[in-house]
């Protein structure tokens, strides 16, 4: 019996679905069971989608009902979560039942062995990172090494608590990987640990992420990521970042570009994003937060209100205020400077680009994210002022006709085996 066009269709696209899904999601199998949902509701609502799919429309309806499905899924277990809150079952039991005491202590031993293993600078990063919650910078320079050396030791080390766990339950102990979406506070729970009437456990619980995930824009195309709380990140193109929740914090890495956040609200897990020098904590926002360079960060707050402070130690000293319609640009180094520009917020999101009297280096860093074509400025241009509105599907236009607009003229260079386009002054 052959089979129907819909079926062949189902199976040509069906790897790429759920690789698209699973990277919005932190369960795999939950996963294929949307992807199955996404494809019999496009079948009942487009009779004809299977004979179509070549067809770039057809299949981006595919993968819009895909991703409004995912964002269906967070909000559905926002909502459960919000009912199950002050539920008597979800209270700690008065005595701790004996096995469940007996398998807490083992685990705890197996992960204070794992630690006791670590070579010692790679333990006291680790502590310190997870258990003192002392910003990275500040660790990095108590040990005299870089913030990505700090990154990579608590990864160690987190890999070295996993594959004791594993060892503890009896599994094989996995090879030591990066990008884990699988994370230890899932591993306990599949364990069977309990998680009342132990200080212990709770005190772990902040050590180690429920959920965790990296997420890298490609170049043209921002990402946007529903989490787990009901809130959602947009990530503009050639973006960076890492996203772990906590039982009492929500965190967010920007390693580089620009993230547009809409935060819900929870009064019991502040939302905090570190980008560059600069860490900004709110309980219930929206907001943009962008990497100019290396030394600089820009916040601005579309609705709501945030704290701006640096990563040194001295947060509590020299914590910013933000509230509607507000914009912060601090550079390391320098006083804060706060403006109230006022328009829209993070117009990349909508196909735009905003040039508000930006140096030509820093406009061709934001712009060049949409270009196929590397582009560079040499230093004798790099000051001049742009103005502007760009749209990003005529970025490459727009970097054309810039020598109609500033005293500049572009030539073609190869390197590394790549043709560059170099802006200099004329």
């Not at 052959?2 to 795999?28: E, I, K, Q």
């Not at 002050?86 to 705890?108: E, M, N």
């Not at 212990?200 to 946007?224: E, G, I």
Request: aromatic fraction near 6%; include cysteine; charge should be neutral.
């Amino acid at each position: 019996m052959s089979s129907s066009p819909l079926l062949h269709s189902a199976l040509d696209n069906y790897r790429s679905l759920v690789g698209f899904v699973a990277r919005r999601m932190s369960d795999r199998q939950e996963a294929h069971d949307l992807v199955h949902d996404a494809w019999v509701r496009a079948a009942e609502s487009q009779p004809t989608l299977s004979q179509e799919l070549h067809t770039p429309s057809s299949r981006a309806y595919l993968y819009a009902v895909a991703e409004n499905l995912v964002i269906d899924h967070y909000r559905r277990r926002k909502r459960q979560q919000d009912a199950l809150q002050g539920v008597a079952l979800w209270q700690p039991a008065q005595t701790d039942d004996v096995k469940d005491t007996h398998s807490l202590r083992q685990a705890i031993a197996a992960v204070d062995h794992a630690l006791a293993d670590l070579p010692p600078r790679c333990r006291a990063i680790f502590l310190a990172d997870r258990l003192d919650g002392t910003p990275q910078t500040d660790i990095a320079a108590q040990h005299g090494t870089s913030v990505k050396t700090v990154e990579r030791e608590v990864q160690r080390a987190m890999d070295a608590i996993e594959q004791a766990l594993h060892r503890w339950r009896g599994d094989p102990a996995p090879a030591a990987r990066k990008g884990r979406r699988r994370t230890l506070g899932a591993l306990l729970s599949l364990a069977g640990i309990g998680v009342g009437g132990s200080s212990a456990w709770l005190a772990w619980r902040q050590w180690v992420p429920s959920w965790q995930l990296t997420l890298s824009a490609a170049q043209h195309q921002p990402l946007l990521q529903a989490l787990p709380d009901g809130s959602s990140l947009a990530l503009d193109a050639q973006s960076l970042a890492d996203v772990a929740f906590y039982a009492h914090q929500r965190h967010v890495q920007l390693h580089r570009g620009t993230a547009f956040f809409n935060v819900q609200r929870d009064a019991q897990r502040a939302f905090i994003v570190d980008a560059g020098s600069a860490r900004i904590t709110v309980l219930g926002t929206r907001f943009e937060v962008a990497l100019e360079d290396a030394h600089t960060v820009r916040v601005t707050v579309e609705q709501g209100h945030v704290q701006v402070a640096q990563r040194d130690g001295a947060a509590e000293r020299q914590a910013v205020e933000l509230h509607d319609g507000e914009t912060l640009r601090w550079t390391a180094g320098h006083a804060p400077q706060r403006s109230q520009p006022g328009g829209e917020v993070a117009t990349w999101r909508n196909g735009w680009l905003e040039l508000d009297n930006l140096p030509l280096e820093a406009a061709i860093q934001r712009i060049s994210r949409y270009c196929a074509q590397p582009v560079r400025v040499e230093p004798s241009a790099a000051q001049l002022r742009v103005f502007g509105r760009v749209q990003i599907s005529h970025a490459a236009d727009w970097v054309q006709l810039l020598p109609a607009m500033l005293p500049v003229q572009l030539r073609a260079e190869q390197a590394h085996g790549q043709a560059w386009i170099v802006i200099t002054r004329s």
